[in-house]
């Protein structure tokens, strides 16, 4: 099974990787896009600011390749929020796959932003979540967050409840991370190479 993580220069790259290795699976950095449409799985990370991240797909020509991808696809964190339709992080339209919009946490309550820790997971609705319990804690770094939708597959509260995962057809979002989220993010992983 060829694994290819998008190396655009906006990804959390090395933890996945790792993560990857310790599942005994090997995988390929690459923005090639001829490498990209022959894998079979395919990560889209990413850290940083959307805004920033978004021109770098431009540049790469990924912006036109990944949403027409038809093999499963997982983005992660940033990854998954470049998905939506548009983030208010740099007032930036996303690659659409996802209808709906990526907003920032509210200062104005009594939750600290970024949220920066462990917290539940819950409505859970998609093999990507096979033996994963309701209420497992994942590990999440953000300021921003999807808004609930028809896709939503998972969601979490902080402050409110969002998205904090997505799936249309062979796309998969998560806003956490599951190369940081100990043996159940490790199992997350293991059922999307199984999809």
């Not at 659409?96 to 200062?107: A, D, L, P």
């Not at 995962?165 to 806003?175: D, E, I, R, T």
Request: proline fraction near 3%; glycine fraction near 8%; hydrophobic fraction near 40%.
């Amino acid at each position: 099974m060829k694994i290819v993580i998008i190396d655009y220069g906006a990804g959390n790259i090395k933890s996945i990787q790792f993560a990857f290795d310790r599942l005994g699976i090997a995988t390929t950095l690459s923005s090639n896009i001829d490498t990209i449409l022959a894998a079979d799985k395919i990560i889209f990370p990413g850290v940083g600011e959307a805004s920033s991240a978004m021109n770098m797909l431009v540049n790469h020509k990924l912006d036109r390749v990944i949403p027409k991808l038809q093999q499963p696809v997982l983005g992660i964190c940033l990854g998954m929020q470049l998905l939506c339709t548009h983030t208010e992080e740099g007032h930036t339209n996303g690659l659409g796959i996802f209808q709906t919009k990526v907003k920032r946490f509210s200062t104005q309550g009594h939750i600290k932003v970024p949220q920066i820790g462990w917290n539940t997971i819950e409505n859970l609705r998609s093999p990507l979540f096979k033996g994963i319990s309701e209420q497992s804690f994942m590990y999440l770094v953000h300021s921003y967050y999807a808004e609930t939708c028809m896709e939503s597959i998972a969601t979490t509260t902080y402050g409110l409840t969002y998205a904090s995962a997505l799936q249309h057809k062979n796309f998969y979002g998560v806003q956490f991370h599951p190369e940081k989220s100990g043996e159940i993010g490790s199992k997350l992983l293991s059922n999307f190479l199984e999809l």
